[in-house]
C-alpha cells in the first residue's frame, strides 16, 4: 500500500486526495543507500512521462543524473537528523531521457509521530531558464552598450551590476574588473557632462530620459555618446549608449561639403544615407528595449508567483497535517467511549456522544470543502470582463438580510467604480468582506459598515470595507490571510478561517494587494488595491 492509500485508511477525504494529487510530488523513503519511490501523484506523472505503475517501486535513480545521487543522499539524512524541510534544485530525467531543470521542496513525512520517507514537491523550471537564456543572448547581442548599475547612498552614486559585450568593447573595459565598481571611478568624467544627474533624476522619479549626444573624455578613452536611461522595477539603472563618433565625422564630412557647394554629390548622399541608418538603428533600438523590459517583467513575476506557491504550499501541509486531524480525534476519541461496556446502556450518553461525533463529522467535510475551493482558486483561469462594482456590492448586501435578521445594521456606500476582473471571484471576495463586517458587528448594538472606492495619483483602484464591530491586534495581521488562521475562537464568532486566504488568493490573481488595519473592540479596515 502506498503512502497516499495509508493516508486514506486513516479517515483522509477521497476529494481531498483528489486536490492534492494534482500538485507535482514524489514520495520516496529513507532507505539512505536504496532509496525507492513510494509514491508518485498525477502532477509528477505530467511532468515525468511515467505512469504511477511503471514508477512505483523503482529506485530514485531513474529520476535523476548520477552526479546528484551523493547530494540526494545527504539531504535523506539531513531529514531524517532534523525533521525540516529542505530546498534544492537538481537537474531531472524525463521517461524520454530529456533532462530538465526543477526546484524541489522536501518535507519529512511521518508515521505514528516516526519520519519514514520524504515528500519531494517540484517545479518545472525548464520555460524560466529558457527565457533567462534568451535574455542573456539579446543582452550580449544587442550592437549597443548596456550597462547595469545598482543605487548606493541614496541614489547619489552607483556601481556596476552588469555590462555587455558591446558595452565593454565600446569602453574599452571588463565586467569582470569593475563589477562592484563605483561609476564615478571606472569614468571619472561623467558628472562633467551631466550624465550622473540624469542616473540621479531618473533613480528618483522613475521616468525615463535620454541624455543626448555629448563628447566624453578621460584619460581612457575619448567618444561621442548618447545614453537613454530608465529605472527597472528592482530598483536598478539601466544606460543604452551608443559611440556615434563615425557619425559625429560622418555629419562634419557633410558640413564641409556643404561649404565647398557639394563639390562631390555622390559621397555626400552616402554619408546621408548612413546618417538615416544610424537613425533607424536607434529607433530599432528602442523597440528592443520595450523586449527586455517585458522579459525581465515576466521573469520578476514567475519569480513572485513561485514565492506565492512555496508560502501557500506551507500552509496547506500545516492545514492537512493539524487541522483535519483535530475533528477525527473526537469522532475517533468518543467512538471509543461509545463501545465501552458501562457505556452502552447509558441512552443520554449515547445520544451526547453521537451528537458531539456528528458535529465533528461536519466540521471535517466544512474544511475539506474550503480547501477544495482554495485549491481551485488558485488552478482556475481568470475571465476579465468589466462590470459595476456597486450593483455587485448591493446584490450581496440584499442576499445577506437572512444573515443580518432584525439587526440594526447601517451600510454607508460612497459611488463605487467600475472594475475589469473575473465577476464571480470578485462575488466571493466581497461576499467574504462584508459577510465578516457582519459577523465581527454583532455584538453592537448599531452596527456601521462603510464601504468606499476611489482612484489614486497613479490611476489604481482602491476600495476599502469597513465595519465598527471586534477588531484585532495589528500585532497579528499577518496572520489575517493564513489557511485556517483564526485570532478568535469559534465560540466567538463561528468560521473555518480559509475565507480571507481565498481573498487574498484571488486579489493576487489579479495583481493586486490586499491589506488590514484594526484596533479591538473598535472595528477594522480591509483594503484592495488593484490596477
Known amino acids: 500500500m502506498n503512502n497516499l492509500d495509508k493516508s486514506s485508511s486513516n479517515g483522509m477525504h477521497p476529494s481531498l486526495l483528489s486536490a492534492i494529487e494534482h500538485l507535482s510530488f514524489i514520495v520516496i523513503d529513507l532507505n539512505e543507500q536504496n532509496s525507492k519511490i513510494l509514491d508518485f501523484s498525477k502532477g509528477a506523472e505530467k511532468v515525468f512521462g511515467y505512469t504511477k505503475q511503471e514508477i512505483i517501486g523503482k529506485k530514485t535513480s531513474i529520476l535523476h543524473l548520477a552526479k546528484d545521487t551523493k547530494n540526494l543522499h545527504h539531504i535523506l539524512i539531513k531529514i531524517k537528523k532534523t525533521k525540516q524541510p529542505i530546498e534544492e534544485e537538481f537537474f531531472l530525467l524525463r521517461k524520454n531521457r530529456e533532462t530538465f531543470p526543477a526546484h524541489f521542496h522536501f518535507h519529512p513525512y511521518y508515521e505514528n509521530k516516526k519520519v519514514i520517507g520524504a515528500i519531494g514537491i517540484l517545479f518545472d523550471l525548464s520555460e524560466q531558464k529558457a527565457a533567462e537564456i534568451r535574455f542573456n543572448q539579446l543582452f550580449n547581442n544587442m550592437a549597443n552598450g548596456v550597462a547595469v548599475y545598482n543605487a548606493i547612498n541614496d541614489g547619489e552614486d552607483f556601481e556596476f551590476v552588469n555590462l555587455n559585450k558591446a558595452g565593454q568593447k565600446l569602453s574599452s573595459a571588463n565586467i569582470k574588473e569593475i563589477r562592484g565598481k563605483k561609476v564615478t571611478e571606472v569614468f571619472p568624467g561623467i558628472k562633467e557632462i551631466g550624465l550622473l544627474d540624469v542616473f540621479r533624476e531618473v533613480y528618483k ?23 537613454y536611461v530608465y529605472k527597472l522595477p528592482s530598483g536598478e539603472i539601466v544606460a543604452i549608449y551608443e559611440d556615434t563618433s563615425e557619425r559625429e565625422r560622418a555629419i562634419e564630412a557633410l558640413r564641409i561639403n556643404e561649404i565647398e557647394k557639394l563639390v562631390n554629390e555622390q559621397r555626400t548622399q552616402e554619408l546621408l544615407d548612413k546618417t538615416e541608418s544610424i537613425e ?25 508567483q513561485l514565492e506565492n506557491v512555496n508560502r501557500e504550499l506551507e500552509a496547506f501541509a500545516y492545514s492537512v497535517s493539524h487541522d483535519l486531524r483535530a475533528p477525527l480525534r473526537h469522532i475517533n476519541g468518543f467512538i471509543n467511549l461509545l463501545l465501552k461496556p458501562e457505556n452502552i446502556e447509558d441512552k443520554d450518553k449515547i445520544i451526547k456522544y453521537t451528537d458531539i461525533i456528528a458535529k465533528s463529522a461536519k466540521k471535517m467535510g466544512q474544511l475539506i470543502d474550503d480547501l477544495l475551493l482554495f485549491s481551485r482558486i488558485g488552478r482556475g483561469a481568470i475571465n476579465l470582463n468589466e462590470f459595476s462594482l456597486d450593483k455587485l456590492v448591493k446584490e450581496i448586501i440584499e442576499e445577506s438580510k ?83 488562521q483564526r485570532l478568535h475562537t469559534e465560540n466567538e464568532f463561528e468560521g473555518t478561517g480559509i475565507g480571507l486566504a481565498n481573498v487574498q488568493r484571488i486579489i493576487h490573481k489579479h495583481g493586486g494587494k490586499i491589506w488590514a488595519e484594526g484596533e479591538v473592540n473598535k472595528g477594522a479596515t480591509f483594503y484592495i488595491k488593484l490596477n
Not at 216 to 221: E, H
Not at 286 to 303: G, M
Open 402 to 484: 437572512p444573515q443580518i435578521n432584525d439587526r440594526d445594521i447601517e451600510f454607508k456606500l460612497s459611488k463605487l467604480p467600475k472594475l475589469k476582473a473575473d465577476r464571480n471571484l470578485m462575488n466571493i471576495v466581497f461576499s467574504n468582506l462584508i459577510g465578516n463586517a457582519i459577523k465581527f458587528s454583532q455584538n453592537k448594538k448599531k452596527a456601521i459598515i462603510n464601504i468606499e472606492g476611489s482612484n489614486d495619483e497613479s490611476g489604481n483602484i482602491l476600495i476599502s470595507v469597513k465595519d465598527n464591530g471586534a477588531g484585532f491586534n495589528m500585532k497579528y495581521a499577518d496572520k489575517l490571510f493564513g489557511v485556517f
Open 205 to 227: 522619479t522613475g521616468k525615463p530620459k535620454l541624455h543626448p549626444l555629448t563628447r566624453y573624455k578621460d584619460d581612457r578613452i575619448e567618444e561621442w555618446v548618447e545614453n
Open 280 to 304: 533607424k538603428s536607434r529607433k530599432a533600438l528602442s523597440y528592443l528595449l520595450e523586449d527586455v523590459n517585458e522579459s525581465r517583467a515576466e521573469l520578476k513575476n514567475v519569480n513572485e
